[in-house]
């Protein structure tokens, strides 16, 4: 079997909106194993289109930017947390998801939590119909190029597949910079209606029961008492913070109690020259 060979033809599937021609793997790729007319079996690296975006498939290397990558580590990480002490819980990161709804191919949600899960597995591609539950909260984070999958299709047919609550991190390029900004939707009997953030913009996520705002243009999450919560390189680095205020604390006390020595001396130093007797001057 030969090397992987790379195609810049046709894509493998079609949307309205087709890949800048200067990058053809601005969405992703797909390796994929073809037999050529000899019968000899060679790999060839073909890209992505946005519907295979919308519905990729387990294979597909797809393209999120560092920021993108950085925040969906940060919200599974949080997020894992909150639910570790429900063991029917899991939460999971960029892993497809099948539906039992007809006609709705297979999604990868940024964030997936759902509850109810009789066994945990490593999954590739978690089978709604075939564990029996579905997730109940799903967050995307938008990406400037495939903005509209989040914001229209995957909208409208998470709202087919009755997941309870989406919630979209939108990135907005705009000629005066980048804006972000936290939409939230709970599903009701006809269909998917607005979440409104609370007053300092933070966002109540009913089914981990913490808050999600995003501050210094980046995701935060906090729990019910406003505690920011922190993934393991913000425990790290807090961790590191909270023992060098130790350290210092530690020596300055040493500092002040080494002064505190000093001044006793000093004091008891004064006492023992006010109690001896003035000197008598040699002539008298």
């Not at 195609?7 to 800048?20: C, D, G, K, Y």
């Not at 946005?50 to 797809?62: G, K």
């Not at 997936?112 to 539950?133: C, L, Y």
């Not at 999450?221 to 210092?248: H, I, M, V």
Request: proline share 7%.
């Amino acid at each position: 079997m030969s090397d992987i060979q790379t195609l810049e033809t046709q894509p493998s599937t079609t949307l309205a909106a087709t890949p800048a021609s200067f990058d053809p793997y601005v969405y992703g790729w797909r390796d994929v194993c073809v037999t050529l007319p000899n019968g000899e079996q060679q790999w060839q690296r073909i890209p992505l289109t946005l519907a295979d975006v919308l519905h990729p498939q387990e294979e597909d290397m797809l393209m999120p930017t560092e920021e993108h990558q950085r925040w969906r580590n940060y919200l599974y990480s949080v997020m894992t947390a909150l639910l570790m002490d429900q063991p029917a819980a899991i939460v999971l990161s960029d892993t497809n998801v099948a539906w039992d709804v007809p006609d709705i191919a297979p999604h990868r949600p940024d964030i997936a939590v759902i509850f109810d899960v009789r066994q945990p597995k490593n999954w590739s591609t978690f089978d709604v119909r075939e564990e029996g539950t579905r997730p109940a909260l799903i967050i995307e984070i938008t990406s400037p190029k495939t903005r509209n999958v989040d914001l229209e299709d995957k909208f409208d047919e998470y709202e087919q597949a009755e997941v309870p609550f989406y919630v979209i991190i939108d990135i907005r390029q705009r000629k005066r910079g980048v804006t972000r900004e936290l939409k939230g939707y709970r599903l009701t009997p006809t269909g998917y209606s607005a979440v409104q953030p609370n007053q300092q913009g933070w966002l109540w996520l009913a089914p981990v029961n913490a808050w999600l705002a995003i501050s210094d243009d980046a995701v935060v999450c906090y729990d019910q008492a406003g505690n920011r919560l922190e993934n393991y390189a913000g425990l790290t680095r807090a961790k590191k913070q909270a023992e060098a205020r130790a350290q210092a604390a530690v020596h300055a006390r040493a500092a002040a109690e080494a002064r505190i020595l000093e001044l006793e001396a000093r004091l008891r130093q004064l006492e023992e020259e006010q109690r001896r007797p003035p000197a008598q001057n040699k002539g008298e």
